[in-house]
């Protein structure tokens, strides 16, 4: 049986498994955005507290997955098996490249922009909401694309942990030693990443369109 | 507004200081007095304190002692944010909002103010007619659809959207090219005759002060040490005058 009569046979399952794995990533991903942007935010008004953040995050990126996965395990209320634990490991990774980029963007917003604005009387409020967040708007969503890209592959990792997904697949192929049954979790999961990396570029470049200047 | 109470537009520094973290001051021993409509050009060198001068007028920078009146009333008294509003403000042209179009920029203070939106746009295309932009050609592009001067001069129209009596200006014209420049500081000249608002003027430019300022006054390493009418100027005694009035010839 060739690669593609097997995947035909599995569609139901890998279209499940295929739903299962995007799930996964659109949880973390917006759990990730909802805190990732705010912090930040933070981290541009309060420089002190920005720095340990930004070593935090950069130290759970340096963690293998694999292992994060299994240190989060017997940590009680967010740790256990299932789709909780993967969600919180897929979270962690995923923030560092939104807390990066909204802070890179914010801080790159031009001084005499920000300056100007003071100038004409904006509260902070308004400085933030109508010139800040849409100047950065690009640089933020790059940071969103990214993270999703890689939790798209990180999340194949969650089958280990009994979250299911594509990555079910993998590791089944791999204890069977039968690369068919490899290539029909990796094949759907670097699909799904191509098909995040290239909608959410076509996103980025609205928000970018009228940055010009 | 203004006629009925001259005093509205007065300025007033009261030996100023501003000195930074570090105990530097920055400027020192500033008092001086502007009348309405008056404008003030402080030339200077870059960093003898004329920007800091601004930034203490409307509160982008505190002072460290002394006081400054706007409209007869400590600037420490007023809402920052009211204090702004009531004060024009331009700066070089990168100072506009590159992601709103013209019209957005120039009714960005009396949309803040929660003008009615009938209200807004014909003050949009009043102030464009003002600064000599067609209105039906300008107002819906983006700061990087036009040219440096055309910049500048929605820079100009916006600050004075919401009718401010005082306006400052920070070397609003330093990254013009010399003719357009030129063309822009008469029709600015024009302007500050026809409307008779209230201005401090930042520039290192002689030429620039002689040809706008009522009044001129220089700046050097922090301290106010001449505050004279053009004239004056070329016949002070002083080294640092001397200096830019040598750059005349």
Not at chain 1, 117 to 136: C, D, F, H, K, Y
Not at chain 2, 100 to 115: C, D
Request: charged share 20%; aromatic share 8%.
């Amino acid at each position: 049986m060739n690669l593609l009569n097997f995947m035909w046979t599995d569609r139901l399952e890998i279209l499940r498994l295929s739903v299962e794995h995007v799930f996964l990533v659109f949880i973390s991903i917006s759990i990730a955005v909802a805190i990732g942007i705010p912090v930040g935010i933070l981290m541009t008004r309060r420089p002190r507290i920005g720095k340990p953040i930004l070593v935090f995050a950069n130290i759970v990126q340096t963690i293998p997955s694999l292992a994060l996965f299994g240190f989060l395990i017997p940590i009680p209320y967010i740790g256990g098996i299932g789709t909780r634990t993967a969600v919180i490991a897929l979270l962690l990774y995923s923030l560092l490249p939104i807390i990066r980029n909204t802070f890179t963007g914010i801080s790159g917003v031009d001084p005499a922009v920000r300056e100007a604005a003071r100038g004409m009387g904006m509260t902070n409020g308004q400085i933030l909401w109508q010139v800040e967040i849409p100047l950065s708007l690009g640089v933020m969503f790059a940071g969103v694309r990214v993270a999703t890209v890689i939790a798209v592959g990180v999340a194949t990792i969650a089958a280990a942990i009994g979250a299911g997904g594509l990555g079910m697949f993998i590791f089944r192929g791999t204890s069977m030693l039968d690369y068919r049954v490899i290539l029909a979790g990796a094949i759907p999961a670097a699909f799904i990443a191509l098909a995040a990396d290239f909608g959410m570029s076509l996103l980025e470049k609205h928000f970018q369109r009228e940055r010009t200047s | 507004m203004q006629t009925m109470f001259p005093s509205q537009a007065r300025l007033e520094f009261k030996n100023v200081e501003y000195a930074i973290a570090s105990g530097r001051k920055l400027v020192h021993g500033i008092s001086f007095e502007i009348s309405q409509g008056e404008m003030l050009v402080l030339l200077g060198r870059s960093g003898s304190g004329k920007t800091t001068l601004l930034k203490l007028t409307n509160r982008l920078l505190e002072p460290t002692s002394g006081e400054i009146l706007v409209s007869g009333r400590n600037t420490q008294s007023w809402d920052p944010i009211q204090l702004r509003r009531h004060i024009g403000y331009v700066i070089q042209e990168v100072g506009l909002f590159p992601h709103f179009t013209v019209e957005r920029n120039i009714g960005l203070v009396p949309s803040l103010e929660s003008w009615p939106a009938e209200k807004i746009g014909a003050r949009i295309h009043e102030m464009l007619s003002l600064v000599g932009l067609d209105p039906e050609t300008y107002a819906r592009r983006y700061p990087h659809e036009l040219s440096g001067g055309q910049r500048q001069r929605v820079g100009v129209a916006r600050a004075l959207a919401a009718d401010p009596p005082v306006l400052l200006l920070d070397e609003p014209f330093g990254a013009l090219d010399p003719i357009t420049r030129s063309e822009i500081q008469k029709e600015f000249r024009e302007l500050h005759h026809r409307l008779g608002k209230t201005m401090i003027f930042v520039t290192h430019d002689i030429r620039e002060a002689f040809l706008l300022g009522t009044r001129i006054g220089l700046m050097q390493e922090g301290q106010l040490v001449a505050l004279v009418t053009p004239d004056e100027f070329l016949k002070l005694d002083h080294d640092e005058a001397r200096a830019f009035a040598e750059c005349l010839q």
